[in-house]
Nanobody, 124 residues
Protein backbone atom coordinates (compact mmCIF):
# COMPACT_ATOMS: atom_id res chain seq x y z
CA UNK A 1 0.00 0.00 0.00
CA UNK A 2 1.32 3.40 -0.93
CA UNK A 3 2.67 5.54 1.87
CA UNK A 4 2.95 9.31 1.85
CA UNK A 5 5.27 11.22 4.17
CA UNK A 6 4.96 14.98 4.62
CA UNK A 7 7.66 17.23 6.01
CA UNK A 8 8.54 20.89 6.25
CA UNK A 9 5.94 22.22 8.64
CA UNK A 10 6.77 24.53 11.51
CA UNK A 11 6.18 27.84 13.21
CA UNK A 12 6.54 31.03 11.19
CA UNK A 13 5.56 34.65 11.59
CA UNK A 14 2.90 36.21 9.39
CA UNK A 15 4.40 37.19 6.06
CA UNK A 16 6.94 34.39 6.22
CA UNK A 17 7.39 31.33 4.03
CA UNK A 18 7.50 27.56 4.37
CA UNK A 19 8.02 24.75 1.88
CA UNK A 20 6.22 21.48 2.46
CA UNK A 21 7.29 18.20 0.86
CA UNK A 22 5.38 14.97 0.34
CA UNK A 23 7.23 11.85 -0.71
CA UNK A 24 5.35 8.83 -2.04
CA UNK A 25 6.71 5.34 -1.40
CA UNK A 26 6.10 4.31 -5.00
CA UNK A 27 5.37 5.81 -8.38
CA UNK A 28 1.79 6.98 -8.71
CA UNK A 29 -0.19 6.07 -11.84
CA UNK A 30 0.16 8.31 -14.88
CA UNK A 31 -3.43 9.56 -14.65
CA UNK A 32 -3.17 10.35 -10.97
CA UNK A 33 -3.21 13.63 -9.14
CA UNK A 34 -1.54 14.54 -5.89
CA UNK A 35 -3.08 17.13 -3.66
CA UNK A 36 -2.63 19.18 -0.52
CA UNK A 37 -5.37 19.62 2.04
CA UNK A 38 -5.41 21.32 5.41
CA UNK A 39 -7.45 21.01 8.56
CA UNK A 40 -7.65 23.59 11.31
CA UNK A 41 -8.96 22.69 14.80
CA UNK A 42 -12.74 22.35 14.77
CA UNK A 43 -12.97 22.71 11.01
CA UNK A 44 -13.45 20.34 8.11
CA UNK A 45 -10.56 19.24 5.94
CA UNK A 46 -10.12 21.83 3.19
CA UNK A 47 -8.69 21.51 -0.31
CA UNK A 48 -5.59 23.63 -0.95
CA UNK A 49 -4.04 22.60 -4.28
CA UNK A 50 -3.56 19.67 -6.63
CA UNK A 51 -1.21 18.75 -9.45
CA UNK A 52 -1.35 16.14 -12.18
CA UNK A 53 1.26 13.39 -12.12
CA UNK A 54 2.14 14.02 -15.76
CA UNK A 55 1.53 17.32 -17.43
CA UNK A 56 1.22 20.83 -16.14
CA UNK A 57 -2.27 20.92 -14.67
CA UNK A 58 -2.51 22.60 -11.29
CA UNK A 59 -5.48 23.95 -9.37
CA UNK A 60 -5.72 26.02 -6.20
CA UNK A 61 -8.34 27.12 -3.78
CA UNK A 62 -9.02 30.85 -4.10
CA UNK A 63 -7.63 31.79 -0.69
CA UNK A 64 -4.09 30.67 -1.58
CA UNK A 65 -3.85 31.78 -5.22
CA UNK A 66 -0.85 34.02 -5.74
CA UNK A 67 0.72 32.93 -2.43
CA UNK A 68 1.10 29.14 -2.68
CA UNK A 69 2.70 27.14 -5.48
CA UNK A 70 2.38 23.39 -5.93
CA UNK A 71 5.12 21.60 -7.84
CA UNK A 72 6.45 18.10 -8.38
CA UNK A 73 9.57 16.05 -8.96
CA UNK A 74 8.43 12.88 -10.69
CA UNK A 75 11.86 11.29 -10.45
CA UNK A 76 11.59 11.50 -6.66
CA UNK A 77 7.84 10.74 -6.47
CA UNK A 78 7.58 13.96 -4.48
CA UNK A 79 5.38 17.02 -4.53
CA UNK A 80 5.98 20.35 -2.85
CA UNK A 81 3.92 23.24 -1.58
CA UNK A 82 5.76 26.54 -1.48
CA UNK A 83 3.84 28.84 0.84
CA UNK A 84 4.66 32.55 0.79
CA UNK A 85 3.13 35.52 2.57
CA UNK A 86 1.65 33.20 5.17
CA UNK A 87 -1.27 34.43 7.25
CA UNK A 88 -2.53 33.31 10.67
CA UNK A 89 -5.57 31.80 8.96
CA UNK A 90 -3.24 29.39 7.13
CA UNK A 91 -2.55 27.67 10.46
CA UNK A 92 -3.56 24.02 10.16
CA UNK A 93 -2.32 20.48 9.79
CA UNK A 94 -1.41 20.04 6.14
CA UNK A 95 -1.94 16.67 4.47
CA UNK A 96 -0.96 15.34 1.09
CA UNK A 97 -3.05 12.78 -0.75
CA UNK A 98 -3.16 10.78 -3.96
CA UNK A 99 -6.12 10.30 -6.28
CA UNK A 100 -6.35 8.03 -9.31
CA UNK A 101 -7.86 10.59 -11.70
CA UNK A 102 -8.82 14.23 -12.14
CA UNK A 103 -12.46 14.13 -11.07
CA UNK A 104 -13.70 15.82 -7.86
CA UNK A 105 -10.22 17.03 -6.96
CA UNK A 106 -11.54 19.33 -4.23
CA UNK A 107 -13.34 16.54 -2.37
CA UNK A 108 -11.19 14.79 0.26
CA UNK A 109 -13.36 11.66 0.25
CA UNK A 110 -12.31 11.00 -3.36
CA UNK A 111 -8.64 10.54 -2.48
CA UNK A 112 -7.21 7.06 -2.03
CA UNK A 113 -4.08 7.56 0.08
CA UNK A 114 -3.16 10.09 2.76
CA UNK A 115 -0.09 11.13 4.65
CA UNK A 116 0.04 11.65 8.40
CA UNK A 117 0.10 15.44 8.16
CA UNK A 118 2.50 18.19 9.16
CA UNK A 119 1.64 21.13 11.41
CA UNK A 120 1.92 24.67 10.08
CA UNK A 121 1.49 27.47 12.61
CA UNK A 122 1.53 31.12 11.57
CA UNK A 123 1.82 33.66 14.37
CA UNK A 124 0.51 37.21 14.06
Amino acid sequence: QMQLVESGGGLVQAGGSLRLSCAASERTPGTSYMGWFRQAPGKEREFVAAIKRYGIITIYTDSVKGRFTISKDNAKNTIYLQMNNLKPEDTAVYYCAVKADGSDLRSPIRYDYWGQGTQVTVSS
